[in-house]
């Protein structure tokens, strides 16, 4: 069975910092995974996603992601945090195409001026 | 196109009441999905369907929740009788295939609050 999990329920960054919010998965598959990013009272939107292409993947708003097998990683990040980047964001993993899609538990990032 | 559609956005309802959640995926996406959001579960699929057919409802919590997908524009998911732990927000969500892989376009949400 697919699992998702994600260390730290909310993160807070100042303004310019760093952005690491973690994730680590379980699958029996390769896996797909993604990260989504939800504003307050917003659907979610896709930041990113991994599909055994490259293992550094790149995605909108400057954040990236890599994925570690050996660590069952997938941790996303940003060189420098802006206020606009304050939201819940979600790792997800999927076994294939066109197949569920199972979220961690998400994790709320806030910035502070 | 338009994104995926639902309606209503908000909805407030009292136990008991049948309650039926509408969603218009994104033309030619072949799946269609439906999620619960609560702060106590996070995000949970309920069902998922191909083609209009159901693939995966083993996260329908139980007989009160029913989902149809009639044709390949339109799902519906209803929820008889409502009761007050059924609150939470419901997003609909499609995906295509042959367009855009691995992405799953997700509503706007119903906030649905039983009362």
């Known amino acids: 069975a697919q699992s998702v999990t994600q260390l730290g329920s909310h993160v807070s960054v100042s303004e310019g910092a760093l952005v690491l919010l973690r994730c680590n998965y379980s699958?029996?598959?390769?896996?797909?995974l993604f990260w989504y990013v939800q504003y307050p009272n917003q659907g979610l939107q896709l930041l990113l996603k991994y599909t055994s292409a490259a293992t550094l993947v790149k995605g909108i708003n400057g954040f990236e992601a890599e994925f570690k097998k050996s660590e069952t990683s997938f941790h996303l990040t940003k060189p420098s945090a802006h206020m606009s980047d304050a939201a819940e964001y979600f790792c997800a993993v999927s076994e294939r195409q066109g197949g569920k899609l199972i979220f961690g538990q998400g994790t709320e990032l806030s910035v502070k001026p | 196109d338009a994104g995926v559609i639902q309606s209503p956005r908000h909805e407030v309802t009292e136990m008991g009441q049948e309650v039926t959640l509408r969603c218009k995926p994104i033309?030619?996406?072949?799946?269609l999905f439906w999620y619960r959001q609560t702060m106590m579960r996070g995000l949970e699929l309920l069902i998922y369907?191909?083609?209009?057919?159901?693939?995966?409802d083993s996260g329908m919590p139980e007989d009160r929740f029913s989902a149809k997908m009639p044709n390949a524009s339109f799902s519906t998911l209803k929820i008889q009788p409502s009761e007050p732990r059924d609150s939470a927000v419901y997003f609909c969500?499609?995906?295509?295939?042959?367009?855009?892989?691995?992405?799953?376009?997700f509503g706007p949400g119903t906030r649905l609050t039983v009362l």
């Open positions: 969500a499609s995906e295509g295939l042959a367009g855009d892989m691995n992405e799953q376009f």
């Open positions: 033309s030619g996406h072949d799946y």
């Open positions: 369907f191909n083609n209009n057919v159901p693939i995966d």
């Open positions: 699958s029996s598959v390769p896996p797909y």
